[in-house]
């Protein structure tokens, strides 16, 4: 997609992705198609050096794995560029980086299930009130988002239609994405009990899994077994 006069549209898609996985791949291909994106930026939270390696990854491996996912799709770009904040706080985070790149425009993608909670991060007005939001509404969430005490604050703000979010100060819209029972701590106990799990993660990101030995797997894994399935 050309932005216009070097202006481009990007979609900041936050979470830990400890591990990416297809339902982040196929989440961001929604937000990007749907809202007209030239990028989506995978922002890969630093987390915290305090927490378990058994059950939380390195923020280097992470970027390295979302780099491996969003291989052969150049719209996807992954950034560490929290690390370089103060603190992680959203609503601080993307005023920091509308600061950096005052030329581009930015909206803020969740999912429906944490519009649903939306109310109970900090200064969660505050990035209502000033960023565009695209929502992405996964199947059984909807019904909850929409009662949350965040989707009645921000009710003047709804927008039908993604595309008419375009050039706004701030508002927020649904995207409808298919119905996947992926999560990353599933894939993990599914890769602890020794299956593979290649439908719902990139090869190449399970591969360099049990090649490193995150998480406790190991390391020199089984060779996999044949597909039985296409992709």
Avoid at 32 to 42: A, C, F, N, P, Q
Avoid at 55 to 74: Q, V
Avoid at 120 to 137: C, G, T, Y
Avoid at 150 to 177: M, N, P
């Amino acid at each position: 997609m050309d932005g216009q006069a070097g202006k481009k549209r990007i979609g900041i898609f936050g979470g830990s992705f400890n591990p990416p996985h297809y339902g982040h791949f196929v989440a961001a291909f929604f937000a990007y198609h749907y809202l007209k994106l030239d990028e989506v930026w995978l922002m890969v939270t630093p987390g915290s050096p305090l927490k378990d390696p058994a059950i939380y990854a390195s923020l280097a491996d992470r970027m390295e794995w979302c780099g491996l996912m969003a291989e052969g799709h150049s719209w996807i770009v992954p950034t560490d560029i929290e690390k370089t904040f103060p603190d992680t706080e959203t609503a601080h985070s993307l005023q920091r980086i509308k600061a950096l790149y005052p030329d581009d425009e930015f909206i803020w993608i969740m999912g429906a299930d944490n519009l649903a909670h939306f109310h109970e991060w900090k200064n969660w007005q505050e990035i209502i009130d000033n960023h565009e939001i695209a929502v992405l509404a996964r199947a059984g969430y909807r019904d909850d988002a929409l009662a949350s005490p965040a989707a009645h604050y921000a009710a003047d703000k709804y927008v039908e239609h993604a595309a008419d979010l375009v050039g706004r100060k701030s508002g927020w819209c649904f995207i409808d994405t298919p119905a996947f029972d992926i999560s990353s701590s599933g894939i993990l106990a599914e890769l602890k009990a020794g299956k593979r799990n290649i439908r719902d993660m990139m090869r190449a990101v399970e591969e360099s899994i049990l090649r490193k030995g995150a998480y406790g797997l190991t390391p020199s894994p089984q060779p996999f077994p044949p597909l039985t399935f296409s992709l």
